[in-house]
């Protein structure tokens, strides 16, 4: 509706900056790419907002997809990216040039000039596990792996005398827990090449899902160090046929700092059976730090990660005052 000289459009008046700080508190894309529909002043603003989010809610499931079980969670997130992306834009006055959609989220975020702040949410985690498992983590990553933080653990009320194993399964089930997480990390890293290398001046991006089952975080130096290196993410490509080396980051030789403890009761009444806290960093490349630099590293890391989460902040501190074991895994 036009309005009339007498009463102007309220979002005239308002300055452009004022205008983009309300588009950036929106941040919804989807939203964003509807309102560039309400005015060419919408249209031209829009792309100019610097901080947004970008919801995946479309979910494939894997029987959808044409590949084995062992390709299923990697590709049915990448296709459910993708058929997201092609209904995010739905704007309801038809036009005799119908808009071409996006195929991917680099393509989409071509649409905005300035994005310095991104995150994308992913609709469920990527690991498949047994109930009552949980696994939470936080991976850094410029070129590649910088660091990870690993908390894994049973849920007490789940767990059963056959398959706890006594406090988690044993150690080969926490090394399964912990390559999991490298693997789902490592692959979320690989879906976002394109966008790191097209948006120039992101200065910080976090890949997350809904389940709050991992994340990825890129800062400004991270981003700085990919785009460097060329913005190649696969240092090697497996022939072989195995899925996972050709649809992600290839991990480097890492060392692994666990802690573990078989039963923890937590304030709020939750137990964790088989408590497991995991610091994984690269190994190799600089000056070896002291066994006292690598304790307080890890503190550092673990409370960054989950220190805002009051439950797992706890689980946190209390294993953090547990012997630890190191243990090296090599490139993968």
Same mark, same amino acid.
């Given at each position: 509706?036009?309005?009339?000289?007498?009463?102007?459009?309220?979002?005239?008046?308002?300055?452009?900056?004022?205008?983009?700080?309300?588009?950036?508190?929106?941040?919804?894309?989807?939203?964003?790419?509807?309102?560039?529909?309400?005015?060419?002043?919408f249209n031209s603003l829009v792309?100019?907002?610097?901080? +947004?989010?970008?919801?995946?809610?479309?979910?494939?499931?894997?029987?959808?997809?044409?590949?084995?079980? $062992?390709?299923?969670?990697?590709?049915?997130l990448f296709k459910s990216l993708?058929?997201?992306?092609?209904?995010?834009?739905?704007? $309801?006055?038809?036009?005799?040039?119908?808009?071409?959609?996006?195929?991917?989220?680099?393509?989409?975020?071509?649409?905005?000039?300035?994005?310095?702040?991104?995150?994308?949410? +992913?609709?469920?985690?990527?690991?498949?596990?047994?109930?009552?498992?949980?696994?939470?983590?936080?991976?850094?990553?410029?070129?590649?792996?910088?660091?990870?933080?690993?908390?894994?653990?049973?849920?007490?009320?789940?767990?059963?005398?056959?398959?706890?194993?006594?406090?988690?399964?044993?150690?080969?089930?926490?090394?399964?827990?912990?390559?999991?997480?490298?693997?789902?990390?490592?692959?979320?890293?690989?879906?976002?090449?394109?966008?790191?290398?097209?948006?120039?001046?992101?200065?910080?991006?976090?890949?997350?899902?809904?389940?709050?089952?991992?994340?990825?975080?890129?800062?400004?130096?991270?981003?700085?160090?990919?785009?460097?290196?060329?913005?190649?993410?696969?240092?090697?490509?497996?022939?072989?046929?195995?899925?996972?080396?050709?649809?992600?980051?290839?991990?480097?030789?890492?060392?692994?700092?666990?802690?573990?403890?078989?039963?923890?009761?937590?304030?709020? $009444?939750?137990?964790?059976?088989?408590?497991?806290?995991?610091?994984?960093?690269?190994?190799?490349?600089?000056?070896?730090?002291?066994?006292?630099?690598?304790?307080?590293?890890?503190?550092?890391?673990?409370?960054?990660?989950? $220190?805002?989460?009051?439950?797992?902040?706890?689980?946190?501190?209390?294993?953090?005052?547990?012997?630890?074991?190191?243990?090296?895994?090599?490139?993968?």
């Amino acid at each position: 509706m036009a309005s009339r000289p007498d009463h102007p459009d309220l979002f005239d008046l308002l300055p452009d900056p004022i205008f983009l700080l309300i588009l950036n508190r929106v941040s919804d894309i989807k939203t964003l790419l509807r309102c560039r529909s309400v005015s060419k002043r919408f249209n031209s603003l829009v792309p100019q907002a610097d901080s +947004l989010l970008l919801r995946v809610d479309r979910v494939i499931s894997a029987s959808d997809s044409p590949f084995h079980d $062992g390709v299923s969670f990697l590709s049915a997130l990448f296709k459910s990216l993708l058929d997201s992306i092609h209904h995010l834009i739905s704007v $309801g006055k038809p036009s005799g040039n119908p808009i071409r959609l996006p195929n991917s989220p680099s393509q989409i975020l071509r649409g905005f000039d300035a994005i310095k702040n991104l995150r994308i949410e +992913l609709p469920s985690g990527d690991l498949r596990l047994e109930k009552g498992t949980s696994i939470k983590w936080v991976a850094r990553f410029g070129k590649t792996l910088q660091s990870c933080v690993i908390l894994a653990f049973r849920n007490g009320a789940d767990s059963s005398s056959e398959n706890s194993g006594g406090g988690g399964g044993g150690l080969k089930m926490r090394v399964v827990w912990t390559i999991s997480a490298l693997i789902a990390a490592s692959a979320r890293h690989y879906m976002m090449a394109d966008v790191v290398n097209e948006q120039h001046f992101l200065s910080h991006l976090v890949v997350n899902d809904r389940e709050n089952e991992g994340v990825v975080i890129m800062d400004k130096e991270g981003l700085r160090e990919f785009r460097e290196s060329g913005g190649q993410v696969a240092e090697e490509i497996n022939s072989g046929g195995v899925w996972w080396r050709n649809n992600r980051t290839t991990v480097p030789a890492v060392g692994m700092r666990m802690r573990h403890e078989a039963k923890l009761e937590l304030s709020c $009444g939750m137990v964790m059976e088989g408590a497991t806290l995991v610091v994984v960093r690269p190994v190799g490349g600089g000056k070896r730090r002291s066994e006292a630099e690598e304790l307080s590293g890890d503190e550092g890391l673990a409370v960054e990660a989950f $220190g805002k989460e009051e439950m797992y902040a706890e689980a946190v501190v209390r294993l953090l005052k547990n012997r630890s074991y190191i243990l090296e895994m090599n490139s993968f």
